[in-house]
Every structure is written in C-alpha cells, then in structure tokens.
C-alpha cells in the first residue's frame, strides 16, 4: 500500500534526519555511553541514581547526535570529496543548511533542559561540554589533533556524570576524563586512518596525518597509557579483581586492534575501531560486576 504524498514526505525526511544523526550507526553512542556509565558506577559505587542515569543516558544520545549534525555541517564542503562521506544527507543535498542548523540546536536544546534537573556543578560543567562539541568539528581545518579534541568532547560526558551523582571533583573524576581523551584519541586515529588518502588529497588535518608511518606506534603508546591509567582508577577508586580482570581484557582489546591496523588495510583500521565498542562494553561490565560482587 503507498503512503499518502505528505506522509510519505515526511517518512522520507525522517529517515534522512536519522541518517545525518547516525541513528542508523549507533556504535558512536555507545563508545559515548560506555566511559559516562564507568563513571556513574564508580562515582555511586554501585547502581546510581535513577534519574541521573535516565538523564544522562538520554543526554549521550541526544548529544552525540547534536554532534553528528554540527559535524555534517563544518564538513559540508569536504564531505562530497571523501568516498566514505560523499552520500551523506547534507553533502549529498538531500537535506539543507538550515534544517541541519535546526536539528543541531533543538537537540543541543533537549539536552541542557535535561541538565537542569542536576546539581549546580554539573549545570555549569554542561557549558564547557557544549563549547567542545561545537568547537570539535571545526579543529580539523587548524591542527593535527582533532581526534584529542574529539576526545575531550567525548570524555567531557565522564566528569559531568561523575559530579552529578557524587557533586563533587576528585581525582578520579580526572582520571576518568583523562581515560577517555587517550582511548577517543587511539580509536579516532584508526577511523582516521580510513580516509587518510582522501585526507592527503583534500588537506584535511588528522592525526593519522600527523603521525604518518608511526601511526601505529604511537596509537600503541596511547593504548600503554590508558592501561596505565585505568590502573591508576582502580587504584584509587578502590576497585578489585572483576575491575582488574576488565582492564587486562581492555589490554586484550587493545592488542588484537593493533593486529588489524598492521597493514593499514581500510576495511581492517575500520574493524579496529568498531572493536573498541566491545572493550569499553567489557570494562563496563567488569566495574559493575565488581561493585555488585567484590567483598568490601
């Protein structure tokens, strides 16, 4: 049966507004949510509030795809020229500036309303993670390093949940959001090495760029630190040996990954990056098993 013209009109809009927020590819979220759940977990040590939970879990999703839109958007005249990206909605014209604009700022919108319902600190904290992920798209086109900045965006969601749950800072909550920087810093350099060609021949800075033939040295070097440092949280959170058996799967993780970027094959960088949904899933699961088990 075919949909009335206007209903079938806005069915197809639908799905081209999912696309451009990557509904459709919802591994983004998840490498999101994954390090805001270690951080709720550890900063309620155990199941945390409902509501900062609820809040926090919408707020990634929303977010991440506020990030989708205003990435679209910084990219609009470079996506076309990238094979991964050139049928994007946006770069593909299918969808316009303007509607790009507005879903951007209406989910950006949704997510601070829903900020509001949390402590003082963690409203003023909100205003730093919207600086960051609107600044992120942009850094691409004035430094090597924009997967760092990526990181920071992405790990910024870690202190916010931290401190809306425990309403306070500590080092962990630092450690936490130093964590995420190193680990959004190795996988987007892998998702970086899938369009380095296309990045050469158009200009665009990445640090799969930067690093050149010692990408996967250094993104090794980057996957020492972050062991070392979810070490250190576990040390000073006090975790026990379900959190420790996750941090040796992560190391794992982190090895098989470096096997599939050894020949800097496409097909293979981009597994090694959809890999780091399962280590951050693992890690999860072995926070909160440790909470829920561990003797005190």
């Known amino acids: 049966m075919k949909l009335p013209p206007n209903t079938a009109n806005l069915y197809d809009k639908a799905v081209l507004y999912s696309q451009l927020v990557r509904l459709d590819k919802p591994v983004g979220i998840l490498l999101l949510l994954w390090p805001t759940l270690i951080a709720l977990w550890i900063a309620a040590e155990g199941w945390p509030d409902p509501l900062v939970l609820f809040v926090f879990v919408l707020g ?173 949280i576990g040390q000073r959170a006090e975790l026990g040996y379900f959190y420790y058996l996750g941090v040796a799967a992560a190391a794992l993780f982190s090895g098989y990954q470096q096997y599939l970027i050894k020949d800097r094959k496409r097909e293979l960088c981009f597994k090694a990056f959809l890999n780091n949904n399962w280590l951050g899933f693992v890690l999860f699961v072995s926070v909160m098993l440790d909470y829920q088990y561990s003797t005190p």
């Not at 919207?130 to 920071?152: C, D, E, N, T, W």
């Open 60 to 232: 990634v999703i929303l977010m991440r795809s506020a990030g989708c839109a205003i990435n679209d958007y910084a990219d609009r005249h470079i996506d076309d020229k990238v094979e991964r990206t050139k049928d994007r909605p946006l770069a593909s014209g299918k969808i316009s500036e303007t509607e790009t604009l507005i879903i951007f700022a209406s989910l950006s919108l949704i997510a601070f309303v829903l900020v509001l319902f949390m402590n003082t600190l963690t409203i003023l904290m909100s205003l730093g993670g919207i600086l960051l992920a609107v600044s992120y798209p942009f850094m691409k086109r004035y430094h090597y390093l924009p997967q760092v900045h990526l990181g920071a965006a992405f790990g910024w969601s870690a202190p916010m949940a931290y401190t809306a749950q425990a309403n306070e800072i500590t080092a962990v909550t630092w450690l936490l959001f130093l964590a995420t920087i190193l680990w959004a810093t190795a996988y987007d350099t892998m998702y970086a090495m899938v369009d380095y060609d296309d990045d050469i021949k158009i200009g665009v800075k990445s640090t799969a760029v930067l690093f050149g033939n010692q990408d996967k040295l250094i993104i090794g070097i980057i996957q020492v630190l972050l062991i070392f440092n979810l070490i250190l």
